[in-house]
């Protein structure tokens, strides 16, 4: 239980703080840390509200997001990419959207992460606290390390992003982000809700030109997906059924970036 919430005003006081402190947490919007089933002990929460990351600015080329800036500022902002807008739109509560942040988003690592797969396809990179530069899937959930930006390069990739979900209030079962660069190649294939953590398809790119160009990619792309790792099935899903789903959510983000879906 949250005993104590202070307000740095400055990045630097506020690793202080973290590092003094073990059951002390980062606390952005809050909606996971307040959540009923957060795993976390958190006695002393450090508010990340006065260090002045809820910006959006951009260049002809990137654009950078500040950490504390919420699920419903990427909607309504016209520098964010739409397949981040529409990661973003997954999480059914204006209210929640309202008050969650990107870098809360990514730190919380929740398996069902809706922002970390289409980030990822984007090569999203993360400023930290410390002044480093890490690609957001080296980013370690609930590591204490705090994200002060994201930053995406915008003219480089077509990227499209899509979610099978059991009702729009559940939590997705599976999410897909497929990207390319603007001349087709070098594709990135992410899914979340396979595995314990987002995944990163490796090798993905003669599958993603034979898809491109097939009239039935769907059996090809489940061929490819049964070198993954056992697939965590649950009561509502089987194994085969949550991977025809992803190799049917890979064929639509294929097509979406053929035609130049950003
Ligand atoms: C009803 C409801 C439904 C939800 N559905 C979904 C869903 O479908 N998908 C989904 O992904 N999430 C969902 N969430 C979880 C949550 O809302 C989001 O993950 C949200 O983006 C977390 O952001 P926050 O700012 O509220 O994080 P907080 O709760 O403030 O923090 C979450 C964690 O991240 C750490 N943290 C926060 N900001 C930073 C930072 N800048 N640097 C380092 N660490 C940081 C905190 O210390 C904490 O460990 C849901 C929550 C609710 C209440």
């Known amino acids: 239980m949250i005993q104590e919430f202070i307000r740095p005003e400055g990045v630097q006081e506020a690793m202080e703080l973290i590092a003094e402190d073990r059951q002390a947490a980062f606390f952005a919007g809050g909606t996971c840390i307040n959540h009923a089933r957060c795993p976390q002990e958190v006695s002393r929460a450090i508010s990340l509200e006065a260090l002045g990351l809820d910006h959006i600015t951009c260049t002809d080329t990137t654009v950078s997001i500040g950490a504390t800036v919420t699920l419903q500022q990427l909607i309504d902002s016209p520098l964010i990419p739409r397949s981040l807008q529409q990661a973003a739109a997954g999480l059914y509560s204006r209210n929640v959207r309202n008050m969650a942040t990107i870098g809360g988003n990514i730190a919380a690592g929740w398996k069902h992460a809706l922002l970390t797969p289409v980030l990822a396809a984007l090569e999203a990179q993360l400023l930290t606290g410390n002044g480093e530069s890490i690609p957001i899937l080296a980013y370690e959930g609930s590591s204490k390390l705090l994200i002060t930006s994201v930053v995406l390069k915008t003219d480089q990739r077509y990227c499209s992003s899509s979610i099978y979900r059991r009702s729009s209030g559940s939590a997705p079962k599976v999410q897909v982000a497929v990207s390319c660069r603007t001349d087709m190649t070098d594709p990135l294939v992410i899914i979340s809700g396979l595995h314990a953590t987002v995944r990163s398809?490796?090798?993905?790119?003669?599958?993603?030109t034979a898809a491109r160009s097939s009239s039935e990619p769907v059996p090809l792309i489940l061929d490819a997906l049964?070198?993954?790792?056992?697939?965590?099935?649950?009561?509502?899903?089987?194994?085969?059924?949550?991977?025809?789903?992803?190799?049917?959510?890979?064929?639509?983000?294929?097509?979406?970036?053929a035609g130049g879906a950003r």
């Open 201 to 208: 398809l490796k090798e993905f790119g003669p599958v993603f």
């Open 226 to 257: 049964g070198t993954l790792d056992p697939i965590d099935e649950d009561i509502h899903c089987s194994r085969d059924f949550l991977r025809y789903t992803s190799a049917r959510l890979i064929a639509e983000g294929i097509r979406s970036c």
